[in-house]
């Protein structure tokens, strides 16, 4: 039995529509692994029980796994807003959003999160980019200025499977990418913020509350 195998079998199960759902997305989709998979998703539903979010915002819903793990997270009234840039994903997509036991809670939006989602008008408590690894930096100051003082944003794939450290992969857009955010956010003062270095790679990050910072001496 592997470490992974072990962890799996003593945390929350997956649920029957998740497990079918992940497999559907890589038995259809490219690239299915990208989808957040049964111990993130144990992990963001756990993380939206503690934020105890009202409106979250996702950028990259991909096949819509962690929309609907973050979405049963959420208390009465609470949103999730999940934009995807790939129309072509549309079609796959979208009927396991809606017909997932949560749909109600979910509003799947075919568009560009940088440019749309300021649009909406809504101050968010938490947000989970997970989009396009070019433009993470573009999408997290996006974020920031509707994300409310106090509020989370996670990051996902910010060690991307080790390449942020691996020098063959120094011309790879999408390895600069996170390499120029994991950079921007360590120096950002405006943020707290950890590197969990779960699956690869999850980035917390919580907007100072100036009202009720503490300055470290």
């Given at each position: 039995?592997?470490?992974?195998?072990?962890?799996?079998?003593?945390?929350?199960?997956?649920g029957d529509y998740l497990y079918?759902?992940?497999?559907?997305?890589?038995?259809?989709?490219?690239?299915?692994?990208m989808a957040s998979g049964h111990l993130q998703g144990r992990l963001l539903r756990m993380l939206v029980h503690m934020?105890?979010?009202?409106?979250i915002l996702e950028v990259g819903t991909f096949s819509g796994y962690s929309a609907i793990c973050m979405a049963e997270g959420l208390e009465e009234g609470g949103m999730v807003y999940t934009y995807e840039i790939n129309d072509e994903q549309e079609d796959f997509t979208r009927p396991w959003i809606e017909n997932s036991p949560v749909a109600d809670r979910i509003k799947f939006i075919i568009g560009d999160a940088i440019t749309e989602a300021p649009n909406l008008d809504?101050?968010?408590?938490?947000?989970?980019?997970?989009?396009?690894?070019?433009?993470?930096?573009?999408?997290?100051e996006m974020v920031l200025s509707i994300l409310r003082p106090?509020?989370?944003?996670?990051?996902?794939n910010t060690l991307w499977d080790g390449h942020v450290v691996d020098s063959s992969y120094d011309h790879d857009h999408q390895t600069q990418g996170i390499?120029?955010?994991?950079?921007?956010i360590a120096q950002d003062s405006r943020v707290e913020k950890v590197i969990l270095p779960l699956r690869?790679?999850?980035?917390?990050?919580?907007?100072?509350?100036?009202?009720?910072?503490?300055?470290?001496k």
């Open positions: 039995m592997t470490l992974d195998e072990y962890i799996l079998q003593h945390i929350d199960q997956e079918r759902l992940y497999r559907a997305t890589n038995i259809h989709m490219l690239h299915g692994r934020i105890r979010p009202k409106n809504i101050e968010f408590d938490m947000a989970f980019i997970d989009g396009d690894k070019r433009t993470y930096v573009e999408t997290y106090g509020g989370y944003i996670l990051a996902d390499r120029q955010f994991n950079d921007f690869d790679g999850l980035t917390l990050i919580r907007k100072v509350d100036n009202d009720h910072s503490h300055t470290t």
